[in-house]
């Protein structure tokens, strides 16, 4: 009474749909199903990248060792650079032209103190 065998299960009654997260099943008539992107987690995915690039780039603006002025010359620089508009001429004179407005700041300095040595 304790020892019999259950009888058989028809072939009928197993599942024929797999568990949830297993490798999709051929249907039945032989050919494999059409898998279907998940657009939702594609579009979160893009968003959270989209997101990370631009709050990293506002820290690193934020924590930059140089002051605003600085920054923002060398990002015109790096675009000018990229768009492949640099030249090396406007460059040259823009440093020309702050050797001269120092030498300029230092005459006038030199000046201040002769007149004040020579009174």
Not at 94 to 101: H, N, P, W
């Amino acid at each position: 009474m304790f020892n019999t065998p259950s009888p058989p299960r028809p072939a009928s009654s197993i599942p024929k749909v797999p568990p949830p997260g297993s490798i999709p099943q051929p249907k039945l008539d032989g050919l494999p199903r059409d898998s279907v992107p998940d657009w939702n987690n594609i579009g979160l995915f893009t968003a959270g990248i989209a997101v990370g690039a631009i709050v990293g780039a506002a820290v690193a603006l934020l924590l930059a060792p140089g002051s605003g002025d600085e920054t923002r010359h060398r990002l015109v620089r790096r675009v000018r650079n990229l768009r492949g508009e640099d030249n090396g001429w406007d460059e040259l004179a823009e440093e020309l032209g702050v050797a001269a407005a120092e030498r300029e700041g230092e005459e006038e300095e030199e000046e201040e103190e002769e007149a004040a040595s020579t009174t």
